[in-house]
């Protein structure tokens, strides 16, 4: 992996939460994308915790702040600072508990209420490297994604599968629609700049369909 840049290089800085139930593999997919590590023994956040990493997009150095925190019921009265500012959102669900993608439209409702309603969503179905065990498939993903206008992606922290191509995705799309609202506006502060409201966010049917080519680097 290539290494990362220094902290104040960069051209704009996004911050992007990660919701989800507790056990999810919430802090797995922010240390994987982030430090390129894994834990199996990871205990559940508590509080708030989030790391950073600046990747290439478009030529532009983009440095994701990426947020976590717990998904227990007690640490919920931090929401309005957690979403604050946030221009992108990866909701997570365990695809081997049935109960954690059934709570994602809890959460996708607490999302909405705190957030600009054009914010980029990812759909994340996490721990895809349990084949055995699955009880939320592919299709039921996608068709929730679909029907709430998210994108979609499964993901394994522990293989490292899709963890880049999901916060990068989300991130490019991020980047290109404050490109857009930028130069419409005309000098707005683009680091974080939110989503405009003619925005289409249209779900990713495929996931192979994200070519690395035009996805961001580090």
């Known amino acids: 992996m290539a290494g990362y840049r ?19 593999g919430k802090s797995n997919l922010l240390s994987r994308f982030t430090r390129n590590d894994f834990s199996l023994e990871s205990k559940s956040t508590i509080g708030v915790e989030f790391a950073a990493r600046s990747l290439n997009i478009d030529g532009k ?3 994701a702040q990426i947020w976590d925190t717990a998904g227990q019921e007690r640490y919920r009265a931090i929401t309005s600072a957690y ?3 946030a221009v992108g959102a990866l909701l997570v669900y365990d695809v081997t508990r049935h109960a954690t993608f059934e709570n994602i439209e809890r959460w996708l409702s607490e999302l909405r209420d705190h957030t600009d309603p054009n914010i980029v969503m990812m759909l994340v179905g996490n721990k895809a490297d349990l084949r055995h065990l699955v009880a939320v498939s592919s299709e039921i993903g996608k068709a929730f994604a679909e029907r709430e ?10 293989e490292s599968s899709n963890v880049e191509n999901a916060f990068c995705e989300v991130l490019t799309q991020i980047y290109r629609i404050v490109v857009k ?16 409201k003619s925005e289409k966010i249209n779900v990713k049917d495929d996931v192979s369909a994200v070519k690395k080519s035009r996805c961001c680097s580090s």
């Open 83 to 85: 979403y604050r500012g």
């Open 149 to 158: 206008s998210l994108y979609f992606m499964e993901t394994s922290a522990l």
């Open 61 to 63: 150095v983009i440095k």
């Open 181 to 196: 609202k930028t130069t419409i506006e005309n000098g707005d502060d683009a680091t974080l700049a939110v989503p405009g």
């Open 6 to 24: 220094s902290e104040d290089d960069y051209d704009h800085l996004f911050k992007v939460v990660l919701i989800g139930d507790s056990g999810v």
